[in-house]
């Protein structure tokens, strides 16, 4: 069985598909990071990031609605996750509560793509993939129907809206970010799915945080930090991918195969040292 990986790992489309039936003629959105010129000034950069969050948003949303390529969906809830870290972090009116209408439908969707790609290599019984692709397939009509609805169209002009507004100082912003994730990591037990979730959320934040402001702060020092934050992002993110393979196959009445277990247990043990290593990290705002 294949290791499980981060999620983009796993849908990385080495060609852009094409054509009339199921490729629509553009391919999913990445992150583009917004020029923000020799003169850094904060309003401009927020409208900036959030502009170009705002486009990784559209332009795949709509890919998941004309195509089949799990990408759009991956590159599409990355998107409105760096959303609303740009909103947290410039303090810019936010559109939670619109998010939440929908928000369960693309993850059920994202999570079932990501449980059969890893499935389709495993050592599990044909009638057992044939029943996750049934599940993914309704999955993917229900994120496509929310995609679709009269609130996410007023998710997306709400969101609009709120471009300009801001206050905020990026030292400030990266500064709570930080505090949240330590806070978060206080008496934390690595085996327990629900700790290692709470603070996967916060690692992520702060790197996306960390990724917005990085032309703030030219230097290795600030590199070096990124770096670590994201050493730890993508130990999470794997553990994530694994307990959200244990939930679904248990939904289908399913054991773990023991590789997986395997797996699991080599990333817990790993996550010690790198908190250790995040924890020593010098950071720009002291």
């Known amino acids: ?8 790992a796993i849908f990385s489309p080495n060609v852009q598909t094409r054509g009339p039936i199921g490729h629509p003629s553009f391919a999913p959105r990445k992150w583009r990071t917004p020029a923000l010129g020799a003169r850094l000034s904060v ?18 949303a709509r890919g998941v609605t004309q195509s089949t390529d799990p990408e759009f969906l991956h590159q599409l809830r990355v998107g409105l996750r760096r959303l609303r870290t740009v909103q947290r972090a410039f303090r810019i009116p936010a559109t939670k509560r619109r998010l939440r209408k929908f928000k369960p439908a693309l993850a059920a969707a994202r999570d079932w793509d990501v449980f059969c790609g890893w499935l389709e290599n495993a050592r599990v019984s044909p009638e057992l993939k044939s029943l996750a692709r049934r599940k993914r397939a309704a999955a993917r009509r229900q994120a496509k129907q929310v ?17 300009h507004e801001t206050k905020a100082s990026p030292l400030k912003a990266l500064g709570a ?13 690595w085996q327990r799915e629900e700790d290692r979730h709470a603070l996967r959320i916060r690692i992520r934040r702060l790197r996306y945080a960390c990724e917005f402001f990085a ?8 590199a070096a930090y990124l770096k670590r934050v994201k050493a730890l992002q993508d130990l999470l993110g794997e553990l994530n991918d694994i307990a959200v393979a244990r939930r679904l196959l248990k939904e289908m009445k399913a054991e ?23 924890e020593k990290s010098r950071t720009v705002w002291g």
């Open 1 to 8: 069985m294949p290791r499980i990986g981060p999620p983009r």
């Open 43 to 60: 309003r401009p950069a927020v409208a900036a990031l959030f502009s170009a969050a705002l486009a990784q948003v559209e332009v795949n």
């Open 147 to 163: 995609l679709s609805s009269r609130a996410f169209d007023q998710f997306l002009r709400c969101a609009r809206r709120c471009v």
């Open 177 to 189: 970010f930080h505090r949240k994730a330590l806070k978060t990591a206080r008496r934390i037990d």
């Open 215 to 222: 032309p703030f702060f030219p230097g290795t020092q600030y």
């Open 256 to 278: 773990p195969p023991k590789p997986l277990q395997r797996r699991e247990a080599h990333l817990i043990s790993a996550l010690g040292p790198a908190w250790a290593a995040f």
